[in-house]
């Protein structure tokens, strides 16, 4: 069955610096990927969607790549800032059906001034 | 415009205790959902909506109700509240289902259940 991989242990980065996540998924080929934000006691926050076509999109300091014959994504913050530190997580559409959004358990980002 | 609105946003039950999370949303979204949120779990898909009149199970939707008889609203029913369903509830809304559209979640709800 399907198996969204995200590092569970915290990335810690200095500011300014640019901050790379990973997401890796299994025995699926979604046809888009999305990134989400999450700060404690609030609800996930949709930042970028990439699609299976896609190999790279961005949006500010966020780039996200997509790489479908390895499996996996990449989001990158560039010239991070301490207020970027926050969980961040990976969805894809379920292989059961796409209207199962199924979402990793999310790297936890910490940007120290 | 107020996005997701989920209330209440913090409750305590008794176990065999029913109750209802609310959720609504004023975007005229076609899609609706329900998650909840465990430590080191993620984010688990309990019901989801496509449209008025039209839901269908998640990942984890035992114990859980849900109906939906307008766009705006789609609640969750807790039958039998159990210690187990102690979690935060997450609702949300995407404008259509397919083609990837990113989800507004709501600022949940979070349940404990003594």
């Known amino acids: 069955s399907q198996k969204i991989e995200q590092n569970s242990e915290a990335l810690n980065i200095q500011e300014g610096k640019t901050a790379t996540l990973t997401c890796n998924y299994t025995?699926?080929?979604?046809?888009?990927l999305q990134w989400y934000r999450q700060d404690p006691g609030r609800g996930p926050v949709f930042l970028l969607l990439?699609?299976?076509?896609?190999k790279e999109k961005r949006k500010e300091r966020l780039k996200v790549t997509f790489d479908t014959t390895l499996k996996q994504s990449l989001f990158h913050i560039t010239a991070s800032q301490p207020a970027d530190s926050a969980t961040y997580l990976c969805?894809?559409?379920?292989?059961?059906?796409?209207?199962?959004?199924?979402f990793g358990t999310g790297t936890r980002l910490l940007v120290s001034p | 415009n107020a996005g997701v609105t989920q209330t209440p946003k913090f409750q305590v039950l008794k176990t065999g205790q029913s109750m209802t999370l609310q959720c609504a949303q004023d975007m005229n979204h076609e899609y609706m959902s329900w998650y909840r949120q465990d430590p080191g779990m993620g984010l688990r898909l309990i019901h989801y909506s496509v449209g008025a009149g039209i839901t269908d199970q998640g990942e984890v939707p035992n114990g859980y109700n849900v109906s939906r008889s307008t766009t705006e609203d789609f609640p969750l029913r807790l039958l039998s509240a159990a210690p187990s369903q102690t979690s935060v509830y997450f609702c949300?809304?995407?404008?259509?289902?397919?083609?990837?559209?990113?989800?507004?979640f709501g600022s949940g709800t979070r349940l404990t259940v003594v």
């Open positions: 990439i699609r299976e076509n896609e």
């Open positions: 025995n699926y080929s979604p046809a888009y």
């Open positions: 949300a809304s995407s404008y259509r289902t397919g083609g990837g559209y990113g989800y507004t």
């Open positions: 969805a894809l559409p379920g292989d059961t059906g796409f209207q199962k959004l199924v």
